[in-house]
């Protein structure tokens, strides 16, 4: 008996067979193992030529094929006669051999929100399909998510899609943040897998946003203390954080903040924490007005929740002109009026109204 062990699928070709004595059959049968066997065995007659015979057969993808040459003695019963099986130039190609292979589509999904104690989230769907399976298809949600076949109901762990012939037709997986849990973010990944075939993972990006609150801030005001300065001040709502954003243009240049995205200070922007309830904006431009919203906030970073409904309060005011100031002329009578050196005070900033003396 010769073994010789095939890959899948294969196409067989035999140009030439010699046997002693008749060909009785050719028997193919899938089996746990994939072998060719060539079985010989002792038997007088004649010799019969078999010549460029080409066997085809498709197998599953891991499954096994034999094959197996027979043959009896119809003719001839002395031991003179001599008995043999010879094959020449046996041929094996495999055709398509494919692995088990999983698709998903979209691999990512963003967006899952709720507000501490709102949940779940809406739901969103991706698509998996198998092909030249060999096992089911498990989907495996991460911790703080969970799918489900069917839109809005039947939400769970896992789910496990049945492969038919090698094959998971294209199917609708629905996604949601779970309910109950604390204010943060969450990238988690949901898992495709099924036995032989590279997991597939879908990666999922929420947050829980910390909750709203409930009013704005009172007696908000704004005070020009000079030129270049503002202080205001108000007394404070329910919020854990206070976030003033200032226009030297209107009100309606202002925008809004949006939940999930932190706004770091800067020249008419300021964050306060609850129990300050004051802040001085300084080296603004003299004599200009400036305009002002304050919005309260709880959260940090991208749990962050800003209460921007109904709108939030307004304050504007102008700064003060800019004192006078005299300078007294120290220079020649021919030297120029710009060179800052020939008054004194130096007049290093000239205002429209300074006042000049001249002795």
Same mark, same amino acid.
Do not use: D, R, W, Y
């Given at each position: 008996m010769v073994l010789i062990p095939l890959d899948l699928?294969?196409?067989? +070709? *035999?140009? /030439? $067979?010699? #046997?002693? &004595?008749?060909? %009785?059959? $050719? *028997? /193919?049968? %899938? #089996?746990?193992?994939? $072998?060719? *066997? +060539? $079985?010989?065995f002792s038997a007088p007659g004649a010799t019969v030529n078999v010549t460029s015979k080409t066997l085809n057969q498709s197998i599953a993808v891991g499954s096994s094929l034999y094959l197996a040459w027979n043959y009896s003695v119809t003719s001839g019963t002395t031991t003179s006669f001599a008995q043999a099986l010879g094959i020449d130039d046996v041929s094996i190609t495999a055709n398509g051999g494919t692995s088990p292979s999983i698709s998903v589509n979209p691999s990512s999904l963003s967006g899952f929100s709720y507000v501490l104690g709102a949940g779940p989230s809406s739901e969103q769907s991706f698509t998996v399909s198998g092909q030249n399976l060999t096992n089911d298809i498990t989907l495996t949600a991460p911790t703080n998510y969970e799918v489900s076949q069917t839109s809005g109901s039947g939400f769970t762990n896992t789910i496990n899609l049945p492969q038919t012939g090698g094959s998971v037709s294209s199917t609708s997986i629905y996604v949601r943040l779970k309910s109950g849990l604390s204010v943060g973010t969450y990238d988690e990944s949901i898992t495709a897998s099924s036995t032989g075939a590279t997991s597939q993972e879908i990666s999922c990006s929420g947050v829980v946003f910390a909750t709203e609150p409930s009013n704005h801030v009172s007696n908000f005001t704004a005070n020009a203390t000079s030129s270049s300065e503002i202080q205001l001040t108000w007394t404070d709502a329910d919020a854990s954080n206070y976030l003033i954003k200032g226009s030297s243009t209107s009100f309606a240049a202002i925008v809004a903040p949006v939940d999930g995205s932190a706004e770091a200070d800067g020249e008419l922007v300021k964050n #306060?924490?609850? &129990? #300050? %309830?004051?802040?001085?904006?300084? &080296?603004?431009?003299?004599? %200009?007005t400036y305009y002002f919203k304050i919005y309260p906030y709880n959260g940090t970073e991208s749990t962050i929740n800003y209460k921007t409904s109904p709108d939030p309060p307004e304050a504007s005011v102008t700064t003060q002109a800019q004192a006078a100031t005299t300078y007294t002329w120290i220079g020649d009578d021919n030297a120029s009026w710009l060179e800052a050196t020939n008054w004194s005070p130096t007049r290093t900033s000239p205002q429209d109204n300074d006042i000049l003396i001249f002795i």
């Open positions: 699928p294969f196409k067989c +070709i *035999i140009p /030439l $067979m010699e #046997v002693h &004595g008749q060909v %009785q059959e $050719m *028997i /193919l049968s %899938q #089996v746990s193992q994939l $072998m060719l *066997i +060539i $079985m010989v #306060v924490a609850s &129990g #300050v %309830q004051s802040h001085s904006f300084t &080296g603004l431009s003299s004599n %200009q």
